[in-house]
């Protein structure tokens, strides 16, 4: 299905603020950043050359209408950086990019606004998993494939998204939990009564719900083990620095914190220096923590975050090849998880980050 480039208004597109990202370990400075100016801070679109709505051979550009969920994270502008360094008019496309600033209201708009335009394909990282059905019904009925990347939907019939591309959230946090059991093992802790606090993603988020259960998974191993409370802060580094300050108000002893993503375990960072303890390796408390962004492997080069369960935000190749094969009449698999792996500073983490894309 070839893009339908000339039902664009081809009037200029602001891409939304990328949002200011909090980064470094526990030194909670806000910081722009080039990664903002790269991922797109309040600028024109990268309007395609002058064309007639065609790509660099001369076929039509397949336009695709991209509701992203928010700027919340350091994970989410990597994530947002690839689509935007993929989807481009060199490769074919037309992007139509929505920033829903973390509002479902605002990615039911963007949705219903793409479904108008005509695009040729919907993608959506959906904030959480229940109220998608309506929408997802105008987009089946308009002919147009939806692509779920990042976070999957809960809706009667699965036959109103094309395919799911992203993290396997239980699997990571199933992994996180015998990491620790692991780690408490080789520390001579295997008997010792364990008190942990989890710091929850955005709730009803595919990602909270998964690692909330996989980890739920481990913790019913280990009768030493206790879960003294789990609290969102949203995946902000802000709130997660609010729920671990009340946490430590709260809880004598913690022992372990479980972070359902990186922004919120450098708040927690800030919290426990904040109230006169320790963290890492060589601290007090444990922080285990997930996406493994850049500024994650340096709390861990730092020594205030254990381990960390990355979870791949480089979506845009894969939602690239997955539109290329639909174009191409091939089917696609229904669920595509992305490759993930964890670090842990036992690790030669200065050599691992170099490599690194994010
Ligand atoms: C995970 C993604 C989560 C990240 C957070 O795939 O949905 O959302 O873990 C982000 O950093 O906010
Ligand atoms: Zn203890």
Redesign the pocket.
């Given at each position: 299905m070839k893009g339908k480039y000339s039902r664009i208004c081809a009037g200029v597109l602001l891409l939304t603020a990328a949002g200011l990202s909090l980064t470094g370990c526990g030194g909670g400075q806000w910081e722009t950043g080039e990664r903002l100016q790269q991922a797109g801070g309040e600028q024109e679109a990268q309007m395609p050359p002058e064309t007639d709505g065609t790509g660099k051979d001369g076929d039509d550009l397949i336009v695709v209408g991209l509701s992203q969920?928010?700027s919340?994270?350091?994970?989410?502008i990597a994530?947002t950086e690839s689509y935007r360094s993929t989807l481009t008019a060199e490769n074919g496309y037309y992007l139509l990019f929505e920033n829903g600033q973390q509002k479902q209201e605002n990615q039911i708009k963007a949705l219903r606004n793409f479904i108008l335009q005509g695009v040729d394909y919907i993608v959506v990282?959906p904030i959480v998993e229940t109220g998608w059905d309506s929408v997802l019904q105008d987009a089946r009925d308009a002919g147009i494939p939806v692509i779920l990347a990042?976070?999957m939907v809960s809706v009667e019939d699965d036959d109103l998204y094309t395919c799911y591309v992203?993290?396997n959230?239980v699997k990571e946090s199933e992994d996180a939990g015998r990491w620790l059991a692991d780690y408490l093992r080789q520390q001579g802790r295997e008997e010792e009564e364990i008190n942990i606090v989890t710091l929850q993603?955005?709730l009803g988020?595919?990602?909270e719900l998964g690692?909330t259960e996989g980890f739920g998974n481990v913790l019913k191993e280990h009768p030493n083990w206790h879960m003294l409370e789990i609290k969102s802060g949203d995946?902000?580094q802000a709130k997660g620095q609010e729920v671990m300050e009340y946490f430590l108000e709260t809880y004598e002893d913690i022992d372990v914190v479980i972070s359902?993503?990186?922004?919120m375990a450098f708040g927690a960072i800030d919290a426990i220096r904040a109230a006169g303890k320790t963290c890492g390796p060589d601290g007090e408390i444990i922080i285990i923590s997930?996406?493994a962004?850049s500024a994650a492997f340096d709390c861990m080069l730092q020594g205030t975050i254990n381990a960390d369960f990355e979870?791949n935000?480089l979506h845009g190749p894969l939602v690239d090849q997955i539109i290329k094969d639909l174009e191409a009449g091939k089917s696609v698999d229904k669920i595509q998880y992305v490759e993930e792996t964890y670090f842990d500073t036992a690790m030669d983490l200065e050599k691992i980050k170099e490599g690194r894309m994010y």
């Open positions: 969920l928010g919340e994270s350091d994970w989410r994530n990282a990042d976070r992203g993290g959230f993603g955005t988020a595919s990602a690692r995946f902000t359902q993503n990186d922004n997930f996406d962004v979870c935000p």
